[in-house]
């Protein structure tokens, strides 16, 4: 089993920063893709930016330019630099995770974390 843990979510005003951070621990495990989605008042829940094993990095338009995914392996930590922040930014961030364990290493376990919540007022 692999925990997540959140944190750094906050209250700020449009043009503030936030950086979230996502701690896994558990078992022994290999992470594979580490991402972060949010869902926002009545919406559904999007990604936001991933990144895999490789450092190979991804985001949703909205993000690009503003938010850096970031991660550190030998912490098993991702972390989400949020600037420019925006109304409608407002949402709890989950980050969510891929991994494999040595006694299956071609299947792939998903994992939540239980959600920070990101608060930008105008």
């Known amino acids: 089993q692999v925990q997540l843990v959140e944190s750094g979510g906050g209250s700020v005003q449009t043009g503030g920063s936030l950086r979230l951070s996502c701690a896994a621990s558990?078992?022994?495990?290999?992470?594979?893709?580490m991402t972060w989605y949010r869902q926002g008042p009545g919406k559904q829940r999007e990604l936001v930016a991933t990144?895999?094993?490789?450092?190979?990095?991804n985001y949703a338009v909205s993000a690009k330019g503003r938010f850096t995914i970031s991660r550190d392996n030998a912490k098993n930590t991702v972390y989400l630099q949020m600037n420019s922040l925006k109304p409608e930014d407002t949402a709890v961030y989950y980050c969510h995770t891929v991994v494999t364990f040595p006694a299956q290493p071609r299947t792939g376990s998903s994992y939540w974390g239980q959600g920070t919540q990101v608060t930008v007022s105008s």
């Open positions: 990144i895999n094993s490789a450092g190979t990095t």
């Open positions: 558990g078992s022994t495990f290999t992470i594979n893709t």
